[in-house]
Antibody, heavy 119, light 107 residues
Framework: QVQLVQSGPEVRKPGASVKVSCKAS????????ISWVRQAPGQGLEYMGW????????NYVQKFQGRVTMTTDTSTSTVYMELRSLRSDDTAFYYC????????????WGQGSLVTVSS | EIVMTQSPATLSMSPGERATLSCRAS??????LAWYQQKPGQAPRLLVH???TRATGIPARFSGSGSGTEFTLTISSLQSEDFAVYYC?????????FGQGTRLEIK
């Protein structure tokens, strides 16, 4: 069965960076794009961008341009999302998700990784 | 950027009733709309894509309709497990955007 397993919770200070992983299994890894969506506590869903697991091409939402980098490691079927220059309002659950066709809609989701930014 | 507006913000209903959730796009998105369900402490779950196509394993009581700018998710007879937050998402234009969500609560 399709599974996306994300890395555990992280705590960072403002200005630091965090790298969240998303390991895929149960399907042909490089046939589906992976998107990243975040959700601040008690808030709605916010789309961040996506990466092609076939060729590594990325597309980031402008709000995150310059601060986010998504990468893929086909040898381990793992996608990474690094967010830099963290601020307190980056505190959120970060979800990876597999796109049905292209980046979205997302038919399988990781369990989420909580990133807390606090001094 | 396309703005997605969901209504109502909160819907209070009883099990067995029919629920109707609305989603409006600020410009036409054709049928490039998905609906997700999210329960507390869980990741979202895809219910409908292409505005009307149920995702794999989704019960028939969930149905989506609409095209252009007006969309509806209908739950024909509410079960206890359906009380959750529902989000619509457009994927016609970049960037992909979500609605703010409708909370479906037990009356």
């Amino acid at each position: 069965q399709v599974q996306l397993v994300q890395s555990g919770p992280e705590v960072r200070k403002p200005g630091a960076s965090v790298k969240v992983s998303c390991k895929a299994s149960g399907y042909t890894f490089n046939s589906y794009a992976i998107s990243w969506v975040r959700q601040a506590p008690g808030q709605g869903l916010e789309y961040m961008g996506w990466i092609s697991t076939y060729n590594g091409n990325t597309n980031y939402v402008q709000k995150f341009q310059g601060r986010v980098t998504m990468t893929t490691d086909t040898s381990t079927s793992t996608v990474y999302m690094e967010l830099r220059s963290l601020r307190s309002d980056d505190t959120a659950f970060y979800y990876c998700g597999r796109g049905i066709m292209g980046a979205t809609p997302i038919d399988h989701w990781g369990q989420g990784s909580l990133v807390t930014v606090s001094s | 950027e396309i703005v997605m507006t969901q209504s109502p913000a909160t819907l209070s209903m009883s099990p067995g009733e029919r629920a109707t959730l609305s989603c409006r796009a600020s410009q036409s998105i054709s049928s490039n709309l998905a609906w997700y369900q999210q329960k507390p402490g869980q990741a979202p779950r895809l219910l409908v894509h292409g505005a009307t196509t149920r995702a794999t394993g989704i019960p028939a009581r969930f149905s989506g309709s609409g095209s252009g700018t007006e969309f509806t998710l209908t739950i024909s007879s509410l079960q206890s497990e359906d009380f959750a937050v529902y989000y619509c998402q457009q994927y016609k234009n970049w960037p992909v955007t979500f609605g703010q969500g409708t909370r479906l609560e037990i009356k």
